[in-house]
């Protein structure tokens, strides 16, 4: 059975680096105990925890980076049942939320706030009572945790770490908890992972579940302690015996792979039933999987389908794939259906599963279950292929060779032969050599040239630059794009593009002819930024003004309104000041409407990502980040696309700028150039331009 994907793409965008938009989030209720049923406060019921809600997500949320749900309730078949508040405010910038009510010990307690935490990561508590003292800005010992500090100022952050601290000190368990997380998160504190540890491995002895669980992860990662499996299997047990969903998870996963215990697949099993009953989405695939496999139970099929299908529900795209193969590979488990195999295929397809990708591909391109589609079976195939995967790679060179889907190309062709082959797959070795005999000796080269472009976006630049750094022992700091200085604490901001695959980061400010070395302070790759703290730096031995430009949100930007960009256009091929390049604002949104992005006519050229782009009064609202491919346009449909260039909002920044300690002095501060003449306003900016230079 070959494996596919979908749709195909007319506009190929030229990102530098990707921009992923979140168009949806998933938020998963939990109760504690088991067996608590979900309701809205109107009595709308929702279903049996854990329940899984997904909220669509507008430009108005996602520049918020957050939405606010109406508030649900938790009934218990005994005892008092446990409210949120009117709304529950979920983050836009986490993918996948829970949220746990905890029943109430008696019907009188204060009702509580619920808590947000990504599923992957470590877990506050959601039973901590309310804020009840006089002053509300200042949360009790016990406090609502990562997801307010994530929203908060700095100040708040800074009294939540003094009350954590201070009832930590006293062997309150939940504060010790709550503290270890912001260390462990570096939120309101540095991230440390040692005093993270310190601080789990209390509330961890005082019996605390979720503690006990955080502290199997440090010591199963090796963070802040030495890696030791045997201790983490420990802790897992600790707290998987009191019922803690993700560690009957992780504990199922030591045993399955043999890690800190003997290999046992009966005991995997158990523990993997246990969560997947609670609802956890990993754990009903792999409990799944043990069945398909036969391993630690009965091969069954029909049981293998029942707990994937509960993943697949959920959204799991390898759950996902998985049932469309069972009913594409004459039933098993489940009556054979064509129509069914596509549809799981393709929502796996559409979370970038790769094989799903393929296999859908491949049912567009043989009219398997679908109407033969050439154009959507190479849409699918160069989804995958681009993620590497060999037999697509081979599959869309064949469509390139026949004309299928595209124009025909002998050199597109053989570069997906040759990459295809070089990842293993025969029939890309033959198809390779019998093509080469059609081909003239300027399109194989052309075609080698291709592939090596290709290889050198993903794996950190092409195969001859690679041998040839054997021969020296530093590669020269190559310029790479454009930054921007916006705190005197030496922050910079650039694409993430720009450094991700740097090993060392270097700072220039061509106006001063002093450069720098920097570390990544935050990232937010989905979006496509950095946030750069420049090592040793002294604001006023460079600048005797205050920075001239306030932070600005999208939502005051308006539709054809004049912007201005400062960058450096083809590294510093054109000398090493900085470029003005002005234009309009196109479009409020970015290609197939995507929210994040501002579309400009400004000239842009490569090495202008990760500059700034500000409005007529010297404000930033956005941040440079990608052309149109006018190769593509060219080739395929005949147009060469003039200026059409996007950049992202600035309301993406200011979200990493809130989680510093400074932020919101930086985001309070007032821009000083509105009242200026174009000219006398690029004159104060170009100090603050920097090249971003990476080896």
């Known amino acids: 059975m070959k494996h596919v994907s979908a749709i195909i793409v007319l506009i190929q965008l030229l990102f530098a680096a990707g921009c992923a938009q979140i168009q949806q989030v998933k938020v998963t209720y939990r109760s504690d105990p088991p067996g608590g049923t979900l309701y809205r406060l109107n009595g709308e019921l929702l279903g049996p925890c854990p329940k899984t809600l997904w909220y669509d997500l507008d430009t108005e949320a996602m520049a918020r980076a957050h939405l606010d749900a109406k508030g649900l309730i938790v009934r218990w078949p005994t005892g008092p049942e446990k409210a949120s508040r009117e709304v529950i405010r979920i983050l836009t910038n986490v993918t996948n939320q829970q949220v746990i009510f905890t029943q109430p010990k008696a019907a009188t307690e204060t009702q509580t ?44 952050a800074e009294e939540m770490i003094k009350s954590y601290t201070a009832a930590a000190i006293q062997g309150d368990a939940e504060a010790q908890f ?45 963070q802040g302690v030495a890696q030791d499996e045997k201790e983490a299997v420990k802790w897992f047990r600790k707290a998987a015996e009191q019922g803690h969903v993700e560690a009957h998870f992780y504990l199922g996963t030591m045993y399955a792979n043999g890690r800190g215990v003997p290999q046992d697949y009966k005991e995997a099993v158990k523990w993997f039933r246990k969560a997947a009953e609670q609802g956890d989405v990993e754990a009903q695939y792999n409990l799944g999987m043990m069945y ?12 293998a389908v029942k707990w994937s299908r509960k993943a697949a529900e959920q959204g799991l795209a390898e759950a996902q794939f998985y049932l469309g193969l069972m009913y ?25 599963h790769v094989e799903a990708q393929s296999s859908l591909g491949l049912c567009y391109y043989g009219g398997e ?23 697509a790679q081979c599959n869309l060179g064949v469509t390139y060779l026949k004309g299928e889907g595209v124009l025909e190309d002998y050199a597109e062709a053989y570069k997906w032969f040759l990459l295809a082959a070089m990842n293993g797959h025969k029939n890309a070795q033959k198809g390779k050599e019998l093509l080469r005999k059609k081909m003239t000796p300027s399109q194989i080269e052309e075609a080698q040239r291709r ?40 922050l910079v901001a650039t694409n993430y593009h720009v450094i991700s695959d740097g090993k060392n980061i270097h700072v220039y400010f061509p106006k001063a002819d002093l450069g720098f070395d920097a570390t990544v302070e935050l990232k937010d790759i989905n979006n496509d930024l950095a946030v750069l703290k420049i090592k040793d730096f002294a604001y006023d031995d460079i600048f005797s003004q205050v920075i001239p430009f306030g932070v600005k949100r999208s939502s005051t930007v308006q539709l054809g309104e004049e912007v201005f ?4 256009p083809l590294g510093e091929l054109l000398g090493k000041s900085a470029k003005f390049s002005d234009g309009t604002i196109s479009s409020l949104s970015g290609a197939l409407g995507s929210a994040n992005l501002f579309q400009i006519n400004n000239p842009i050229q490569p090495g202008n990502s990760g500059g700034p782009l500000f409005d007529r009064d010297g404000n930033l609202i956005g941040i440079v980040v990608a052309i149109l491919d006018a190769k593509f346009f060219y080739e395929n449909l ?19 700028i809130s989680m510093l300690s400074e932020g919101p002095s930086i985001l309070s501060r007032k821009g000083s150039l509105q009242d200026k003449l174009q000219e006398e306003q690029v004159n104060s900016l170009v100090p603050y331009i920097v090249t971003v230079r990476v080896r």
Not at 117 to 139: C, F, G, I, M
Not at 182 to 210: C, I, N, S, T
Not at 370 to 391: C, I, P, S
């Open 113 to 156: 706030d619920t808590v947000f935490a990504d599923k992957t990561k470590k877990h506050l508590r959601a039973d901590q009572p309310e804020n009840t003292s006089e002053n509300p800005s200042v949360p009790q010992a016990v406090g609502s945790g990562l997801a307010t500090i994530a929203a908060a100022d700095a100040q708040l």
């Open 178 to 222: 709550n503290l270890g997380t912001m260390y462990d998160h570096g939120r309101g504190v540095p991230q440390d992972y040692k005093e993270a540890v310190k601080w789990f491995r209390k509330a961890a002895e005082q019996g605390l579940a979720e503690a006990q669980f955080n502290l199997g992860t440090m010591y199963d990662a090796g």
């Open 292 to 303: 398909s496999g036969g391993k630690g139970v009965p091969q069954d099929d029909k049981e």
């Open 328 to 352: 594409a590979d004459d039933g098993r488990g489940v009556p054979q259906d064509d129509k069914e195999a596509v549809k799981w295929f393709r929502k796996a397809a559409e979370q970038g």
């Open 369 to 391: 279950r679908v109407a033969q589609d050439y154009k959507e079976a190479v849409k699918w195939f160069r989804k995958a292929a681009e993620q590497g995967l060999a037999e």
């Open 451 to 490: 592939a090596k472009a290709c290889l050198a976006r993903d794996e950190e630049g092409p195969t001859e630059e690679k041998e040839s750094s054997e021969t020296t022992t530093e590669q020269p700091a190559v310029a790479r794009g454009t930054g921007f200085l916006f705190a005197r604490s030496g």
């Open 565 to 568: 960009t400062l960058g450096f």
């Open 638 to 656: 005949d147009i060469i696309p003039q200026n059409v260039n996007f950049a992202i909002k600035a309301d993406y920044l200011i979200n990493l």
